[in-house]
């Protein structure tokens, strides 16, 4: 809810007060103690998070009922009892209603996300009384000796104490650059292994961590950014929240000074105004939509980190996905070892080198597990050196001594200038779509910034992925929706491009390859024109992420691995698959929790209907609320009553604004989101609001000439105003379903039963033949007003709001 009062934000789960106690070093090996841990978790020095993963049953009630709106409604009800007008009072049922409705919806998908948090909770590998234990990260202590590894994400400070690794600092610090860290060195938490494993001890944890800390300063900043669609509604309560305290005032001046009317008069007059102004169903009913979504998501197996996404997931219209693990599965296959020195290795050789490769290297993820599959050999020596592979580098290698090192990565990045020779092969290969690996022995050091040295072209590894097999489906449908849908990869350009084909990806032809990108205009220029992206660093990700939402595209980026890391953090709205990479997982705004791309067309699609459908409702709620607004600055300038009591605009809001709002939130709607909200939302309630106002005055007008009872005006303006509900209800629902009839007749049905039956409780007169006449009259003229105050809008707004689109 908008505006609310501040209360105290209690932390959960809380840690006890920190009691000073010293630094403990142990051993690799050792780790820490159960005994050493207990005492640390009693000290204040477990790895607590600063904010609870999710709002408290406390906060989401003080949330709904500590309004500023609720506070304005409850001192409009005081004011009433306080004139003993207790038929006016109908406003409040509703109050409560709208309360109990967003508690129960928040503490019902608060229930549904807690469930999937346990699931996806991170977790860490700790060495504990010598032996490895896996705990969730919240349950790790200073001192702990912590194994972190490719695609983890470091969660607390710490100090390498054994082995070594390449970490990313690009999203705490905004370098891209990967930095080598040994024994020694420190690790900056918020960062993430790109490769290689280390064992670390905790140096700070909880809120003492360096990425707690900006947690932390963030809060008090309160920079959150909010979603277009949320931020307008912030901007639109706010204002009218301002506006009601100097109209409010000058209306009670107006009726009981300057008309002379009753306190009573004055005062139901008073807040009929005031009532009418505030939007109390607007918010609610975009927290309730976000909210079902979230948990409809939620049931797919899809967790969102963040509700403002949803509005950014309707818009989008380029997607970026890459191609293991989105295009293709993510198991992947050795299919072949093309030998390239057969004069001097046979192909047991290769296997007997790849084996003790194979052995030597640490790496985790999917390339590795296939190589490790195919050459399952014993070992036969042991390395004295090795690089992991980096998405940088784009290969890895082994020295076992002196004079045998050993590569294993791109071909043409290892031969450079040397890549000639055997691009046709290579080519040959990865026009069939395999990935193709060059094993090369290297008369060089690791440790060479250039491979400057002499290189002797061993083997081509061919690995495969099989196409999952809903991609051509999937990718069709964002097709047919308009929505773009880009490529990008570390592997070889012809390889990405023959893969992209055969999932049916449009224009996969138009590819590129990243190296040649060498300037920004360069990498603009591509961004525009081609499809496919190969040997793509993880910072040209990221830039080619910035060029397309420069030229105005709402980007989509789906990945799993560490390499998609910064993309997805760059990118509107980030898709990650849970079997990726945990950091990936982490930054992402949605996580598809059963790792499967084919079910993106329909996480799409919910983002879709709920927007739409806000837009759609909203519209209604507008309706009343510029009436009401005009209506007050039109009564103060012309010394005019207010025709309305608070009873007559609950009758009217609830049954044309409140119970179709909420009914149309929820229907399927899958257009693509265009244009700023408040426009659109504007753009389709000034007529309404309009209609009613130029009918209402001229009522009034009417009844002020032949000096008429203001009891029947009154009750004129509720009933025309009802009339226009309807018509613009009428217009919302075209096309017709067999549920928007369902609505239009209950909503009719509903009017004229309380028009009938319930007359007192709404304050409505009882109307004379006359007024009767001037009721219809005036009926009767709102359908027409409305059609021609549409084209005109249509004809005069389609410029403005069209500004808004850009």
Not at 399 to 414: K, M, N, Q, V, W
Not at 477 to 497: R, Y
Not at 732 to 760: D, E, G
Request: glycine letters at 6%.
């Amino acid at each position: 809810m908008a505006w609310e009062f501040p209360y105290k934000n209690k932390k959960t789960p809380s840690a006890p007060p920190q009691r000073k106690i010293p630094e403990l070093i142990t051993t690799p090996e050792l780790g820490l103690s159960s005994a050493q841990v207990k005492v640390r978790m009693e000290n204040g020095y477990a790895n607590v998070p600063v904010e609870p993963p999710s709002k408290t049953v406390r906060q989401i009630v003080a949330s709904n009922v500590l309004t500023y709106f609720n506070l304005v409604f409850f001192i409009l009800a005081g004011c009433i009892i306080a004139v003993g007008s207790w038929r006016d009072l109908t406003f409040m049922p509703v109050v409560f209603a709208n309360m109990l409705i967003g508690i129960f919806q928040e503490l019902k998908a608060k229930r549904t996300l807690d469930k999937l948090n346990i699931i996806s909770v991170p977790k860490s590998i700790v060495v504990r009384n010598g032996a490895r234990k896996t705990v969730n990260v919240n349950e790790t202590v200073r001192d702990d000796v912590v194994i972190f590894t490719t695609g983890n994400q470091i969660f607390a400070d710490a100090v390498v104490v054994s082995g070594q690794c390449q970490v990313n600092e690009a999203l705490m610090t905004g370098e891209a650059d990967e930095i080598k860290k040994t024994v020694g060195d420190e690790l900056m938490s918020g960062s993430f292994v790109v490769s290689g494993t280390v064992r670390a001890r905790l140096t700070r944890v909880g809120h003492n961590s360096y990425v707690n800390r900006l947690t932390l300063e963030s809060k008090m900043a309160k920079n959150r950014k909010q979603s277009e669609m949320m931020d307008s509604l912030s901007k639109l309560v706010k204002w009218i929240g301002i506006a009601l305290i100097p109209i409010g005032a000058l209306m009670a001046v107006k009726e009981i000074v300057w008309l002379d009317r009753s306190m009573t008069e004055g005062v139901v007059s008073t807040v009929g105004a005031l009532v009418g102004m505030i939007p109390e169903g607007l918010y609610l009913l975009t927290s309730l939509a976000l909210a079902a979504a979230v948990i409809r998501l939620a049931q797919r197996k899809t967790l969102v980190h963040d509700m403002n996404c949803i509005e950014t997931l309707a818009r989008i219209d380029t997607l970026c996905v890459d191609k293991t693990g989105t295009i293709t599965e993510n198991k992947m296959i050795v299919e072949d070892v093309h030998l390239l020195r057969e004069d001097r290795y046979i192909k047991d050789d290769i296997r007997m080198i790849m084996s003790d490769y194979v052995y030597s290297m640490q790496d985790d993820n999917d390339t590795m597990a296939a190589l490790r599959k195919y050459f399952n050999g014993k070992q036969n020596q042991r390395a004295v050196e090795t690089l992991p592979f980096t998405s940088v580098k784009k290969y890895g290698g082994v020295s076992f001594h002196e004079d045998e090192t050993y590569l294993l990565g791109a071909p043409d990045i290892i031969l450079g200038e040397s890549y000639g020779a055997y691009k046709e092969k290579v080519d040959f290969y990865s026009a069939k779509g395999c990935r193709v690996l060059l094993l090369a022995l290297y008369d060089g050091a690791l440790t060479d910034e250039a491979l400057t040295a002499e290189i002797m072209p061993l083997a081509l590894v061919l690995l495969a992925n099989k196409i999952r097999k809903n991609a051509k489906e999937t990718f069709g449908f964002f097709e047919n929706q308009g929505v773009k849908i880009k490529v990008i990869s570390g592997d070889n350009a012809l390889t990405v491009s023959e893969v992209a084909k055969r999932a049916g990806i449009a224009n996969a032809e138009r590819y590129i390859d990243a190296r040649m990108l060498t300037d920004e205009g360069a990498l603009r220029h591509a961004a525009r024109e081609f499809t496919v992206f190969g040997r793509v660093t993880p910072d040209q990700k990221r830039k080619l992420i910035r060029a397309m939402k420069d030229e105005g595209a709402t980007v989509g980026m789906t990945g799993d691995g560490v390499n998609d890391v910064l993309a997805l953090k760059e990118a509107d709205i980030s898709v990650a698959m849970a079997s990726g990479s945990e950091v990936a997982c982490q930054v992402s705004n949605i996580v598809l929790l059963n790792s499967n791309f084919g079910s993106m067309p329909s996480v799409v699609m919910e983002g879709r209907r709920v927007i739409n459908n806000i837009q759609r409702s909203a519209s209604l709620f507008l309706v009343k609320n510029i009436f009401s607004i005009v209506m007050a600055i039109i009564s103060l300038i012309f010394t005019l009553p207010y025709p309305l009591t608070p009873s007559q605009l609950t009758l009217v809001s609830s049954l044309t604004i409140g119970l179709p709002g909420f009914v149309l939130a929820m229907e399927p709607n899958h257009a693509l989101v265009r244009g700023k909200f408040l426009p659109n939302v504007l753009g389709k309630a000034l007529p309404g609001g309009t209609a009613n106002v130029i009918l209402v005055v001229g009522v009034m007008l009417f009844y002020r000439a032949f000096s008429l009872p203001d009891e029947m005006m009154s009750t004129i303006c509720a009933l025309i105003m009802a009339s226009v509900g309807v018509i613009v209800l009428h217009g919302l629902c075209k096309p017709y379903t067999s549920l928007r009839k369902a609505l239009m007749l209950t909503v009719v049905a509903a009017l004229l039963l309380c028009v009938i039956f319930l007359r007192n409780f709404f304050t409505l007169a009882t109307l004379d033949y006359g007024s009767i006449l001037v009721l219809l009259v005036f009926v009767l003229l709102a359908y027409p007003l409305m059609g021609v105050l549409m084209s005109l809008g249509n004809r005069f707004g389609w410029r403005y709001r069209k500004r808004f689109w850009k």
